[in-house]
């Protein structure tokens, strides 16, 4: 079976543009954690919005989805699930707000891993929650012609037990021995566990929720304002090549993580820049007393298309209905130009519009 030894990692020489983003990414955490503790009370509904994006992003790359309207009252617990879909929701919402509030208090263990999981199904009534797997799966790939191919054999059901504590021993060895920084270490751990798959149902969402996990004990906790999961799923196609690209050889040791890594670091970079855009916000509508004015505030500085999710997420000071209303009232007045219907609507600035 395979071993895990991530001391290995120190002896490695870098690239340069993994250097550089592992850089970039100390340097916004220390401007992110300054803004923490200057201001926060104004990060309560940037906190609020990434909750409830991470949980719909996560499951939706899994297939997992329901409505907007649907999401918001699961969160606010004012209804109950109706299917095995809202089911599967407010399982990870209920994971994802226990990492929030108690990371500290997760050791990254096998035992903790099968208790996370235990709750990510529990709502579900599957058997198989907080237990490894008991059959063999495969990670497949169904090809334009709808044939479908095996693309990665995972560890086997009688070695994941034994395979987990040792991937659990090899990272938090190599975090105590502190030779590579843990944003190497991080991803490598998560494409190893991909790698194991080791249980029946819901790794993927196990492997984003570890992420977030793993990236708050290290002292990034971005994913609390910024979801990370919703970053992955707008570029899932990058996820699985990256993941595709670091698994080969993986039996054999042989694997290189550095295409996964790369994605990682970039992804994670990116919610960072994005933290910083959205503090940005939050100090200019400090100033603006009305939700009409933050609103246009936003709408003037946008360049393309947006949606009303995109006006909720980036005024993050204004309640969801006041900025849906203002947008309505933009409409009316000709300053912006509503296209689409249903979930699929979105706005223009009139001002982009080409005169015909």
């Keep these: ?16 543009d993994i250097l550089n983003l592992v850089a970039r990414i100390h340097e916004c955490k220390g401007r992110q954690d300054l803004f923490i503790r200057q201001k926060p009370m104004e990060l309560n509904r940037l906190t ?40 599967e929701i407010i399982g990870y919402r209920d994971v994802l707000n226990t990492i929030h509030e108690s990371y500290e208090y997760i050791p990254v263990r096998p035992t903790y891993i099968l208790q996370l999981h235990r709750d990510l199904l529990k709502h ?5 929650g907080g237990r490894f797997k008991n059959v063999q799966n495969y990670i497949s790939e169904t090809k334009p012609d709808g044939t479908v191919i095996t693309r990665f054999t995972p560890v086997a059901p009688f070695e994941t037990p034994q ?10 060895r190599a975090v105590a021995n502190e030779r590579i920084d843990s944003l190497i ?3 490598t751990f998560i494409c190893d566990f991909l790698c194991i798959h080791p249980f029946n149902d819901g790794n993927g969402r196990m492997s984003r929720l570890l992420t977030l996990l793993l990236l708050y004990k290290s002292g990034y906790p971005v994913g609390k304002y910024i979801s990370i999961e919703k970053q ?16 080969l050889s993986w039996h054999e040791e042989k694997n290189d ?42 709408v003037e500085g946008k360049t393309g298309r947006f949606t009303g999710a995109d006006v909720v997420a980036n005024c993050p000071t204004i309640g969801r209905s006041s900025a849906l209303a203002t947008l ?4 009316e007045e000709g300053l912006i130009i509503r296209k689409g219907s249903g979930r699929s609507t979105y706005y223009v600035r009139m001002d982009a519009v080409k005169e015909k």
């Excluded at 079976?1 to 340069?16: I, K, N, T, V």
């Design 185 to 187: 270490i991080i991803p």
């Design 257 to 298: 993580p550095t295409p996964f890594i790369r994605y990682m670091l970039q992804t994670i970079l990116a919610c960072y820049l994005e933290f910083e855009e959205r503090v940005m916000a939050v100090s200019l509508e400090g100033n603006v007393s009305t939700a009409y004015d933050i609103v246009r505030k936003y």
């Design 124 to 128: 579900s009534g599957l058997s198989f």
């Design 163 to 172: 395979a987990i504590e040792d991937l659990c021993q090899a990272y938090e």
């Design 1 to 16: 079976m395979r071993s895990f030894d991530y001391d290995r990692l120190a002896e490695r020489a870098w690239d340069a």
């Design 48 to 87: 609020e919005i990434a909750r409830i994006q991470s949980t719909e992003a996560s499951n939706k790359i899994e297939g997992i989805v329901t409505t907007s309207t649907r999401m918001k009252q699961l969160f606010e617990e004012k209804t109950t699930p109706r299917n095995r879909n809202e089911e």
């Design 232 to 247: 992955i799923e707008k570029t899932k196609d990058r996820y699985y090549d990256a993941l595709e690209e670091s698994d």
């Design 328 to 331: 309505k009232k933009f409409s």
